[in-house]
């Protein structure tokens, strides 16, 4: 993929023939608000009903909720730790959806680094959009990273959505598109978004 020559060494457990799918990216910032906490479970459970393949990092708070939420289902699961995964010890929660072929670890990341950072953290969040076909941010903190993530997708022409909440009027002025879940839904199940931008 075009969109992956940034990073020309990419390190894989499970199965690579999950990248066929089209991906959803999921992003939610550390810290959520309560009423979106709730919007968000229901989004989880959401995609995972209709077998929505996702992209994150799962690495927030509420990403792993998400990523528990999503491992219940059959849908295929892309997670993108923000250190290298080779020699990895895997936690039991992920072996069976690894064994099963509906989990793919992936990491652009060299042996050298095997502890997540704050920096490698930021270079993962580049790379999981960069596999994704649309974006879908949960919760973006003022001025946060994810905000200025959101901001660089948008300036890249990469689709971004996002709840239809009033602390979300920020991420709609710089370009975010807000989104009801069952909306989302439709849009995956019967469009069937199909084609990733290059970032």
């Known amino acids: 993929m075009s969109c992956l020559k940034k990073w020309p060494a990419i390190g894989a457990i499970g199965s690579v023939t999950l990248l066929r799918s089209s991906l959803l990216a999921l992003f939610c910032s550390i810290r959520c608000p309560g009423k979106l906490i709730l919007e968000t479970y229901d989004l989880a459970r959401a995609l995972r009903d209709a077998?929505?393949?996702?992209?994150?990092?799962?690495?927030?708070?509420?990403?792993?909720?998400?990523?528990?939420l999503l491992l219940r289902g059959n849908q295929?699961?892309?997670?993108?730790?923000?250190?290298?995964?080779?020699?990895?010890?895997?936690?039991?929660?992920l072996r069976?959806?690894?064994?099963?072929?509906?989990?793919?670890?992936?990491?652009?990341?060299?042996?050298?680094?095997?502890?997540?950072?704050?920096?490698?953290?930021?270079?993962?969040?580049?790379f999981v959009p960069a596999l994704a076909?649309?974006?879908?941010?949960?919760?973006?903190?003022?001025?946060?990273?994810?905000?200025?993530?959101?901001?660089?997708?948008?300036?890249?022409?990469?689709?971004v959505f996002t709840f239809v909440a009033p602390s979300h009027a920020r991420l709609i002025e710089i370009g975010c598109t807000s989104i009801?879940?069952?909306?989302?839904?439709?849009?995956?199940?019967?469009?069937?978004?199909?084609?990733?931008?290059?970032i």
């Open 51 to 68: 077998s929505v393949p996702v992209i994150s990092g799962f690495h927030t708070p509420m990403e792993k909720e998400c990523l528990d």
């Open 76 to 93: 295929p699961v892309v997670m993108c730790p923000a250190r290298s995964i080779e020699g990895m010890r895997l936690p039991s929660a």
């Open 96 to 126: 069976s959806p690894i064994e099963s072929g509906r989990l793919l670890l992936l990491s652009p990341f060299k042996q050298k680094d095997r502890r997540p950072t704050a920096k490698l953290a930021e270079e993962r969040n580049r």
């Open 133 to 159: 076909t649309e974006v879908f941010v949960a919760y973006a903190a003022e001025g946060g990273k994810t905000e200025q993530l959101c901001r660089d997708l948008i300036a890249a022409r990469k689709p």
């Open 180 to 198: 009801t879940t069952s909306d989302l839904i439709k849009r995956w199940t019967k469009q069937g978004p199909a084609t990733i931008t290059a």
